[in-house]
C-alpha cells in the first residue's frame, strides 16, 4: 500500500528528469517507426501482387524512406538551433516553388483526384506538400520569435501579418490540387502557433470562424466531399458504395478482437479495404494487432505528443517554443484527422499515419522534424548539463576499463 501510495510521486519526479523527454521522443519515434515498417509489409504484400508487382515492393520503398530519413533526423537533431533558422526561408520558397510546378500541366501528377504530386523518376514520386508543413513550421517560428524579441506581438497585425497570407497561399496552392486533407494540417499548424504567440481570445475567434466558412463552402461546392463527411459512423457502404472505404475499416477494426487475428492475417486488406498500406493502415493494425496493438500505437503518439508539449513549454528561446509547439502540433492533429477517420468519426481526409503510413514524402519532413524536437529536448540548459556529465562520466568509466584491462594483462612478479 505505501509502495501505490508513493508511485505518483515517483512517476512525477521521473518525469522532471531533464533528459525524460529526449528520451520520450526519441523511443516512441523510433517505436512509431519501427512497427509502421512492419505493418507496411503485412498490409502492402496482396497490394503489390495485385499490381503484378514483389511481395516486397512496397516495403523496400518505405525501408529506403526510413533510412534516408534517418540521415535528415540525425542531421537535423545535431544541427544548432541558429541553423535551423536560417533553413527557413529557402525551404519556404523551394515548398511554394514546387507547389506551383505541380500546377503546371504536364508536370503535375494526379492521383486518387488530387493533383499534388510530382514524378521524380521510376516509380518514385514527390508530393510538394509535406515538405511545406515543415516550411511552415520553421518560417513560421523564425518570423514570430523576430516579432517577439522586437516585442511586436502584442499589435494584431504583427501577429496576422505575414503570417496568416502567406498561410493562405500555401493552403491556395494545396486546394488548387484538391487535398482538403493537408489543407486541414497546415490550418492546425496556424492555429498552434498562434496560441503560443499569445493571439487575443477575440482574434483568434475571428481568424477561427473564418477558416471555418472556407472549409464549410468547400466542402459544400464539392459532392466528393461531401460524400465523405455523410460517411462519418456509417454502418453501410450505399446503394452506391460510397463509403465502402469506411464501413471496410469498421469491419477490419471490429475482427480483431482484443489481441487482433494475428500479423499477416488480416482478411480485409485482400481487396475489400482500399488504401489499407496508406491512409487505412491503422483499421488493418486492428485487424491484426487486436486493440492492444490500437492502443499501443495511440499510447504511443500521446507521449510523443505529451514530450513536445513539454519542450515547447519549458524552453526559454522563443524560436524553439513556436517550433516545437509547430511540430507537435502537426504530428497530433495528422494523427487526430487519420485515426478519426479510421474510426468513423471523422471524415475520410486522405491523410498518413505520421511516421506510420507507407509514404516516403511524407515520412521524410516528420523525421526531420522529429529531430527537431530531439535537439530542442537536448539544448535545454538541464539536458545539456546532465548530457555533459554524462558524458564525463562515460570517460572516466572508459579510462578506468582500460586501466584495469592494462594491470589484468601484467602477470605478477612470482608467477611463473
Request: aromatic residues 8%.
Amino acid at each position: 500500500m505505501r509502495g501505490a501510495a508513493r508511485l505518483p510521486g515517483r512517476l512525477r519526479t521521473a518525469w522532471d528528469r531533464p533528459l525524460t523527454a529526449y528520451y520520450v521522443i526519441l523511443g516512441a519515434s523510433l517505436l512509431i517507426t519501427v512497427l509502421g515498417l512492419v505493418m507496411v509489409y503485412s498490409a502492402s504484400q496482396i497490394q503489390a501482387l495485385r499490381y503484378g508487382l514483389p511481395s516486397t515492393f512496397y516495403f523496400r520503398k518505405q525501408l529506403l524512406a526510413v533510412a534516408i530519413g534517418a540521415v535528415l533526423l540525425w542531421f537535423a537533431a545535431r544541427a544548432p538551433v541558429r541553423l535551423h533558422r536560417a533553413l527557413a526561408y529557402p525551404l519556404l520558397l523551394g515548398a511554394v516553388f514546387l507547389m506551383c510546378l505541380v500546377q503546371v500541366p504536364g508536370i503535375g501528377q494526379t492521383v486518387n483526384g488530387n493533383t499534388n504530386w510530382l514524378s521524380i523518376g521510376g516509380p518514385f514520386q514527390l508530393q510538394p506538400s509535406e515538405f511545406g508543413k515543415l516550411a511552415l513550421v520553421l518560417w513560421g517560428a523564425d518570423l514570430l520569435a523576430r516579432k517577439n524579441d522586437r516585442h511586436l506581438l502584442v499589435q494584431w497585425k504583427h501577429l496576422l501579418v505575414p503570417l496568416v497570407p502567406v498561410t493562405v497561399l500555401l493552403l491556395g496552392l494545396i486546394m488548387l490540387g484538391g487535398d482538403m486533407g493537408t489543407t486541414m494540417i497546415l490550418t492546425a499548424v496556424l492555429f498552434g502557433m498562434l496560441w503560443l504567440a499569445g493571439a487575443p481570445t477575440r482574434l483568434f475567434a475571428g481568424v477561427l470562424a473564418g477558416a471555418l466558412a472556407l472549409a464549410t463552402l468547400a466542402i459544400a461546392t464539392n459532392p466528393n466531399r461531401m460524400g465523405r463527411l455523410h460517411c462519418i459512423a456509417a454502418t453501410s457502404p450505399g446503394s452506391d458504395d460510397r463509403c465502402w472505404q469506411a464501413v471496410h475499416g469498421i469491419y477490419a477494426l471490429a475482427s480483431g478482437g482484443w489481441f487482433g487475428t494475428g500479423l499477416g492475417a488480416s482478411v480485409e486488406k485482400w481487396g475489400e479495404l482500399p488504401e489499407p498500406h496508406t491512409d487505412f493502415i491503422f483499421a488493418v493494425t486492428g485487424e491484426e494487432l487486436g486493440l492492444a496493438g490500437t492502443l499501443s500505437v495511440l499510447a504511443l503518439f500521446a507521449a510523443l505528443g505529451y514530450a513536445g508539449i513539454r519542450v515547447a513549454g519549458r524552453t526559454e528561446d522563443p524560436f524553439v517554443r513556436f517550433a516545437a509547439g509547430g511540430v507537435t502540433t502537426w504530428i497530433t492533429a495528422q494523427a487526430v484527422i487519420n485515426i478519426g477517420a479510421v474510426l468513423g468519426l471523422l471524415p475520410i481526409a486522405g491523410v498518413p499515419l505520421p511516421l506510420f503510413s507507407y509514404g516516403g514524402s511524407a515520412l521524410l519532413p516528420t523525421m526531420f522534424a522529429i529531430g527537431l524536437l530531439i535537439s530542442f529536448a537536448r539544448s535545454e540548459p538541464a539536458a545539456r548539463a546532465a548530457l555533459a556529465v554524462r558524458g564525463r562520466n562515460n570517460s572516466l568509466t572508459g579510462v578506468v576499463r582500460r586501466t584495469m584491462r592494462r594491470r589484468a594483462r601484467r602477470r605478477p612478479s612470482g608467477e611463473r
